[in-house]
């Protein structure tokens, strides 16, 4: 999101590739916090320490939910790009593009290839198109959701492919 700082990415300028993660948004932590308070709200009328047990599970789950979401990642190490579930040679990769938005909102609704690889996080905006040269893999491009595209895509250029 515009104005907050991203501390979840290093970049290739720390000599070890790139990474990021995609952790979710604090929007996300405080909707786990309101149904934890919900969940206890429920249960109040049984008893007040049901009510607190169920505060806590209800708000214990959603933590680990939103952080199970919110792992997932790019990175860029030993001459591979790891996304997600996908792992792939940076040799099997060509150009990376660096989408804005819009650009990001088009590749992934109105202009999206089926067989693409996506790893789609809408709470960010931006992402990086990057094309599938192995004629063996049937996938066209990767699709990968990243709050730094220009970083990702600099970091995918100057690996030397």
Do not use: N
Not at 48 to 64: D, E, M, T
Not at 132 to 157: I, K, N
């Amino acid at each position: 999101m515009a104005g907050e700082k991203d501390s979840s990415a290093r970049g290739p300028q720390d000599g070890r590739g790139y990474e990021e993660h995609l952790t979710a948004p604090t929007g996300w932590w405080a909707v786990t916090v309101l149904a934890g308070a919900m969940a206890g709200l429920v249960f109040l009328r049984a008893s007040v320490p049901a009510a607190v047990v169920a505060a806590i599970v209800a708000a214990l789950l959603g933590a680990a939910l939103v952080v199970a979401y919110g792992r997932v990642g790019v990175r860029i190490h030993d001459g591979y790009l790891e996304a997600g579930t996908a792992r792939l040679p940076l040799t099997a990769l060509g150009a990376a593009t660096a989408l804005d938005a819009e650009a990001a909102r088009r590749l992934r609704t109105t202009e999206a290839d089926a067989r693409a690889f996506m790893l789609l996080r809408g709470y960010v905006r931006t992402a990086v198109r990057v094309e599938v040269v192995d004629p063996a893999d049937p996938t066209p491009y990767l699709y990968l959701s990243t709050r730094r595209p220009e970083a990702l895509a600099g970091a995918l250029t100057g690996h030397g492919r």
